[in-house]
């Protein structure tokens, strides 16, 4: 028999109301898992240091500045992988890309997660105001 992999649920990022009465959509199995990685990855160190957990971050924000471009790619990329694989619920990394756009940095990820189910998202890591 094969294993279920239950990926929860939790609040959809969006906080959408779904009545008046303040029920909010809720996200769960393999959407749950979706945002989990968006969350993963776009949280920077010290967001969740109040709630002691462990590693809850990407440390990619490091490089945004680098003047080397394709340095700080490189270093983007493996601090990416680094948290995906500290997440847990990801299997294999297929492919991850890092971009830049005017004022905005992106991943362009395809992920396998331990279920099989295989994600294949652009994700905004960071965004100048």
């Known amino acids: 028999m094969e294993d ?6 939790d ?5 959408e109301l779904l009545s008046p009465g303040g ?11 979706k945002q989990i990685v968006v969350n ?6 010290d967001d969740l240091a109040l709630f002691n957990y462990d590693h809850p971050h990407n440390d990619s924000y490091k490089y945004l500045a680098s003047t080397d471009v394709t340095h700080a790619k490189a270093l983007i ?14 299997e ?3 492919s991850l890309e890092v ?6 940095c992106y ?18 890591l960071y965004e100048e105001d």
């Not at 609040?11 to 906080?15: H, I, K, T």
């Not at 991943?107 to 905004?124: A, F, N, R, S």
Request: net charge negative.
């Open 11 to 15: 609040f959809d990022s969006s906080f």
């Open 77 to 90: 990329k493996l601090a990416t992988e680094e948290a995906l694989v500290r997440l847990g619920i990801v």
């Open 40 to 45: 993963r990855l776009t949280t920077i160190p």
């Open 92 to 94: 294999e990394i297929i």
């Open 107 to 124: 991943v362009d990820i395809t992920l396998k997660l331990i279920d099989g189910t295989i994600l294949d998202e652009d994700i905004e």
């Open 99 to 104: 971009n830049y756009k005017p004022k905005s």
């Open 23 to 33: 029920h909010f959509k809720m996200v769960s199995g393999v959407e749950n898992a």
């Open 4 to 9: 279920i992999i239950d990926f929860g649920c």
